[in-house]
C-alpha cells in the first residue's frame, strides 16, 4: 500500500532560519498534499503540488515533487515563531484514500 | 462558503459503552466525506470514506462502524467502546479527484 514518510520525525529551529522537511512514498501518485496541525486542531492544507508542477511556491513555502525518486519536500523560508506545527505530506493513492505520513514536528524559537 | 462541524468537541466514555460521532457539512452538495483516527501524538490513519449517500467503505477495521443517512451527514459509532479506541477522531470533506480534504475541528474520545 502507499504512504508517506518524512525522513525527519522532528526538528528544533531558531526564528529567521530556513528549514526543508522530506518526504518518500512507495507507490505511484501523481498528488502530494502537506498539511500543518496545530497543537488540538485539525489538519489544515498549505500546499497541494501535483505531478506536472515539480514545484510550488505559497509565500515562505515551497514544495517540491520527484515522481522520478518518490519523493516530495517542503521547505519553509525565514521560519517564524507561528510556523510551529506538524507537518505531514499526504500521497494522493486516488480511490478516495488519502495515507498520511509520521509528520514532522517542527518547533522555531525566538 | 463551505463549512464543516463535528460534535460533541470532547467524550470520556467508559470501556463497553456505545458511541456515536457526528460530522455535518454545509455548502456542498455531494461532497466526499472520510473518518480519520489520530493517536495522541501519532500520525492521522483514515477509517472510512463515501462518496455518496448510504454508500460507505471501510479502510481500516477498528471495531467502528459509518454511516451516511443524509448527503451531508457523516456518523462514526460503535456499540462497545475499547481502551483502544481513544484518540482524535477527525471528518473531512473533498471534491473528489485529487482535490484537497478539509478537516473539521476534531472530537478528542478518551475511553476509560
Known amino acids: 500500500s502507499q504512504w508517506g514518510e518524512e525522513n525527519l520525525q522532528a526538528l528544533s529551529i531558531q526564528e529567521g532560519e530556513d528549514v526543508t522537511m522530506n518526504c518518500s512514498y512507495k507507490t505511484y501518485t501523481t498528488v502530494v498534499h502537506w498539511y500543518r496541525q496545530d497543537s488540538g486542531r485539525g489538519p489544515a492544507l498549505i500546499i497541494l503540488i501535483r505531478s506536472n508542477e515539480r514545484e510550488k511556491r505559497s509565500g515562505r513555502l515551497r514544495a517540491t515533487l520527484d515522481t522520478s525518486s518518490q519523493s516530495s519536500s517542503l521547505s519553509i523560508t525565514a521560519a517564524q515563531c507561528e510556523d510551529t506545527a506538524v507537518y505531514f505530506c499526504a500521497p494522493d493513492s486516488g480511490y478516495n484514500k488519502l495515507t498520511f505520513g509520521k509528520g514532522t514536528v517542527l518547533l522555531v524559537s525566538p | ?112
Do not use: M
Not at chain 2, 467508559?14 to 456515536?20: F, I, M, R, T, Y
Not at chain 2, 467502546?81 to 473531512?92: D, R
Open chain 2, 1 to 112: 462558503a463551505q463549512t464543516i462541524h463535528q460534535w460533541p468537541v470532547a467524550e470520556i466514555k467508559a470501556v463497553g459503552s456505545p458511541l456515536s460521532l457526528g460530522c455535518t457539512i454545509k455548502g456542498k452538495s455531494s461532497p466526499n466525506l472520510y473518518w480519520y483516527w489520530q493517536a495522541t501524538g501519532g500520525t492521522l490513519q483514515q477509517l472510512f470514506y463515501s462518496i455518496t449517500v448510504g454508500q460507505v467503505e471501510s479502510v481500516v477495521q477498528l471495531n467502528l462502524s459509518a454511516s451516511r443517512p443524509k448527503d451531508d451527514q457523516f456518523i462514526l459509532s460503535t456499540e462497545k467502546l475499547l481502551l483502544s479506541h481513544s484518540g482524535f477522531y477527525l471528518c473531512a470533506w473533498s471534491q473528489g479527484g485529487d482535490s484537497d480534504y478539509t478537516f473539521g475541528s476534531g472530537t478528542r474520545l478518551l475511553v476509560i
